[in-house]
């Protein structure tokens, strides 16, 4: 099946412009879904639309409302939205270029192919070949999903990727949660020890590693059902009560799988005997 695009309009550099489409990058087609079933008639459940007055209603027959007070809403319908008229609402247009190590991580959110038109391969091309040979990152703009958003478009093969960038306000301040972190002097020597456990572990890194084992999981329970076998429950795996740090990193360091030994308890001072 050959997907549909997100969003479809033109790429911009100055008075260069071509036609593009953007599709996610990603899918969620191998996501196993549950659905909301009545156990006494075995029936999905289908979420209706309802007012507390009048019943069910059609979902097309509704509008948005924004609430300016307790329950007092400002109406709008798809005609009020289709007037918002921005530049980004059908191209995006290239602002400036910045290094990508300048953007933080924090701020990188959903990639996007971007693909040309068949009328604008060539437009497209030489867009793409400038940015390459920049070897930097493009920022503009685009309307999303009801929202302007701002894009970092990167070249990749013969295409360019578009990630929309989360806001400001959109992204915590670590400081709210990482300044109460007790400020504790890590031992050297362990130091020492976690950094070579570190070497040990080295490796490039490969997506198709990756398994969801509770993805893995929840698979054969289904197949276990749906077979009618019993099933079976799988422990939890035992939670490692680690006591004797320098122990446990020494443990690790050599790959050994024995458990590290508990420090030896303190013995109680002896009881002074009463007068």
Request: aromatic share 6%; hydrophobic share 40%.
């Amino acid at each position: 099946m050959v997907a549909r695009p997100t969003w479809q309009g033109r790429l911009k550099l100055s008075l260069v412009s071509c036609p593009v489409s953007l599709f996610t990058a990603t899918t969620s087609a191998n996501d196993i879904r549950f659905h909301l079933i009545n156990p006494e008639t075995n029936n999905r459940i289908r979420m209706v639309p309802t007012d507390p007055d009048t019943g069910p209603v059609e979902r097309s027959d509704l509008v948005r409302g924004y609430e300016v007070r307790k329950d007092e809403y400002v109406l709008f319908d798809d005609a009020d939205f289709d007037k918002v008229k921005l530049e980004s609402t059908k191209a995006i247009s290239i602002d400036r270029f910045v290094d990508e190590k300048d953007i933080d991580r924090l701020y990188w959110d959903t990639p996007h192919y971007m693909v040309p038109d068949k009328d604008g391969a060539e437009a497209f091309s030489v867009i793409r070949e400038a940015m390459k040979k920049a070897g930097k990152v493009a920022l503009g703009c685009l309307v999303l999903r009801g929202k302007e958003r701002q894009v970092a478009l990167e070249v990749r093969d013969k295409g360019i990727v578009a990630y929309t960038l989360r806001a400001q306000d959109e992204v915590r301040d670590a400081a709210d949660f990482f300044d109460d972190i007790p400020t504790v002097k890590a031992d050297k020597d362990m130091i020492e020890i976690a950094h070579k456990i570190i070497g040990q572990k080295e490796a490039d890194f490969d997506p198709a590693e990756f398994k969801d084992g509770y993805d893995d999981a929840l698979r054969e329970m289904i197949n276990a059902r749906t077979k009618g076998k019993k099933l079976v429950a799988s422990p939890e795996p035992d939670e490692t009560n680690v006591i004797d740090l320098m122990e446990a990193l020494k443990n690790s360091l050599k790959g050994s799988a024995a458990p590290a030994k508990k420090a030896p308890a303190k013995k109680a001072a002896p009881r002074k005997k009463a007068g």
